[in-house]
């Protein structure tokens, strides 16, 4: 596609438009895959995972390069291949054999691999061809790597990725909501974890040059926690998570080849945070919208009414009682009785008289008794 | 008995770091019963059914399914079936209770294959069984807490398997909701599938269960409920003993 167009650009802007073009097609692989990857960790609330892989890839840059004194590319990522799916080995150990708990399994893996990472890196640096080794690179990354055959295999990975989640879509969903339900369907949930793994640890690998480990983990997090925001319906967010990452990528190579002498990697990775902060901030879940709701709810809402509706209640039930269920059970003629209650507690909770529990219960604050004291008293003085 | 035996455990131990959970646990299930397994916190009884469906490894023991050891049962998802606890999962995932309720068809339509409109029916009307339909688009973090337990029993009943493990199904649900399901519960029993429900409402085994199995790290007893929950059982299942029973060095 891009060769195409090269003979029709002339010398000076082909030069420019050439590297522009491979560098942002670059950033907008890399975006969008570890957008759609981001996704099934941060669902499982293990975003880490990516972080501790990232990380992990520097020690094996690091070792290659002190075992074979020079700085072919592909034994440095075949190092970082290795380290990385050591880091997912030792992961998947560390859980089986103790009982520590999983996120902070990865964290002992993921700060001991970089610590072995910088620590040889210190140790190249003082070396003679050290300095000349470009190595410092890949901690911050380096767009000027970037090559077109490197954009062939970073395609290459994008359509194999999309490919494997595909046809392993419902699987991949199953295992990441509901993981024990999932083995009890003996459908191989070990095989499929380790397939999303792999992929994340080949991905790390191809965009580690260009955005470095440290800043890697950025976007292994980043779009699936903003893509979260915007949709409830698990594809929407996979989708908006792949665009996300890219917009990221393509912003972040364009700022920086506007500002002189800006990193590209660092760029993209504060531009995801920014996505990120606007997605939690105005997204329909954001504080701003809810806000707006409530404003508009408490117009509509009789509050006062509500909460005698419901006091007498839940004050039978001073540990807590499912008040929605108990609506739906008191008013079960009503056209639809329990999205109106579902306005109403909205409304209630923002106002802080109620609170959900942990185990689902809904109790009174004690600014809600307050307020029921105040009702009963008024309702007392009138009789 | 004549009855035929769906599930014989035969000293079934599992242990946490030494200490063991589950104590040589023996159990012969019935056929078509509707079994409760009740005792305190800490008794073991999730773990029991975890064991049991291969989700937590045992140390010793067998447990045999039809006659057979999990692992050579095939087709496993339409013979056995496994509700979570409600909060064995995170409810603010991105799904709807119909994406929820169809995962138990994943195992019926196979690798590679996407739920089809036979399979969306069937959650359907397994979501109509436990008076969910109204919520079939709605997200899952938006349902109350017995909401969300119908959910996950919509899903175990579509999975349509002949020995039903439901642990705490009743966690989070009115009396009025819990006798509705103990009735439908009833209604599979008396169709031949036989389900084991984990529950702690010792008020509820007379009058809708056939079998009692009161656990506390062994079984203590198990039996016709108004036969087994004598006084003395119940005080050596709930009493004040601290059963702390350590793995040998072998």
């Not at chain 2, 199995?213 to 203590?220: A, E, G, K, P, V």
């Amino acid at each position: 596609m891009l060769r195409g167009h090269h003979p029709q650009l002339p010398g000076g802007i082909f030069l420019i438009g050439y590297t522009f073009l491979i560098v942002s097609g670059g950033a907008i692989l890399i975006g969008l895959i570890t957008g759609v990857l981001s996704v099934f960790f941060v669902a499982r609330q293990q975003s880490i995972i990516g972080d501790a892989i990232a990380h992990s890839t520097l020690a094996g840059i690091a070792m290659a390069y002190l075992i074979f004194r020079q700085q072919s590319r592909l034994l440095l990522l075949i190092g970082a291949l290795l380290t990385g799916l050591l880091a997912v080995g030792l992961i998947q150990l560390v859980q089986t054999v103790s009982r520590i708990k999983t996120d902070a399994a990865i964290g002992v893996v993921l700060s001991t691999l970089f610590g072995l990472g910088v620590a040889l890196l210190s140790i190249i640096q003082k070396l003679p061809s050290g300095s000349q080794s470009g190595l410092k690179h890949y901690l911050f990354g380096n767009i000027a790597f970037l090559r077109l055959t490197d954009l062939g295999s970073i395609l290459i990975l994008d359509l194999l990725v999309l490919l494997l989640i595909g046809l392993f879509w419902k699987e991949l969903k199953l295992i990441t909501f509901d993981r024990e339900y999932a083995k009890t369907l003996n459908i191989g949930v070990q095989r499929y974890e380790l397939l999303i793994l792999t992929l994340v640890v080949v991905t790390v690998v191809l965009g580690v040059e260009m955005i470095g480990v440290i800043m890697m983990a950025g976007l292994l997090i980043g779009p699936g926690i903003a893509a979260r925001q915007w949709s409830n319906h698990f594809g929407q967010v996979v989708l908006l998570a792949a665009i996300l990452g890219a917009v990221a990528g393509l912003s972040g190579v364009i700022l920086s080849a506007t500002i002189s002498n800006l990193a590209t990697g660092p760029t993209i990775i504060v531009i995801m945070g920014i996505i990120v902060f606007i997605s939690i901030i105005f997204s329909r879940k954001g504080p701003l919208l809810d806000y707006f709701t409530y404003l508009k709810y408490e117009v509509q809402v009789d509050v006062h009414e509500t909460m005698e509706h419901l006091s007498s209640y839940i004050i039978k039930h001073p540990r807590g009682c499912d008040i929605r269920e108990f609506a739906l059970k008191e008013e079960p003629t009503e056209p639809q009785p329990d999205h109106q209650l579902s306005d109403d507690l909205h409304v209630l909770y923002h106002l802080g008289y109620i609170q959900p529990q942990e185990s689902g219960n809904w109790v009174l604050t004690f600014k809600g008794m307050e307020l029921v004291e105040q009702m009963s008293q008024s309702w007392e003085m009138s009789q | 008995m004549s009855e035929k035996i769906v599930l014989t455990i035969d000293d079934l131990t599992v242990a946490y770091q030494n200490t063991a959970v589950l104590w040589k646990v023996n159990a012969e299930i019935p056929t078509g019963s509707l079994v409760a397994v009740v005792g305190p916190n800490g008794a073991g009884k999730s773990t029991l059914i975890k064991t049991i469906m291969g989700i937590v490894p045992k140390n010793f023991g067998t447990v045999r399914i039809f006659g057979k050891e999990l692992n050579q049962i095939k087709k496993r998802h339409e013979k056995i079936s496994y509700m979570p606890q409600r909060g064995s999962v995170d409810w603010s995932f991105p799904l709807t209770c119909l994406d929820v309720v169809l995962m138990g068809r994943y195992g019926h339509i196979g690798w590679l294959r996407r739920p089809s409109e036979e399979d969306r029916k069937l959650a359907m009307e397994a979501l109509d069984k436990f008076g969910m339909t109204d919520f079939y688009d709605r997200q899952i973090d938006e349902l109350s807490g017995g909401q969300k337990q119908r959910v996950f029993l919509a899903r175990s009943y579509l999975q349509d398997a002949d020995l039903i493990f439901l642990d705490e199904p009743f966690g989070g649900i009115d009396a009025r909701t819990e006798e509705v399901i103990l009735d439908l519960l009833k209604e599979l029993r008396d169709q031949g599938k036989t389900i084991v429900v984990v529950t702690h409402d010792l008020s509820s085994l007379q009058g809708h269960f056939d079998y009692a199995w009161l656990l506390n790290i062994h079984t203590i007893a198990f039996g016709r409920p108004d036969e087994i929950l004598t006084p003395d059982n119940l005080a050596h299942c709930y009493g004040g003993t601290i059963h702390s029973y350590q793995e040998g060095s072998s």
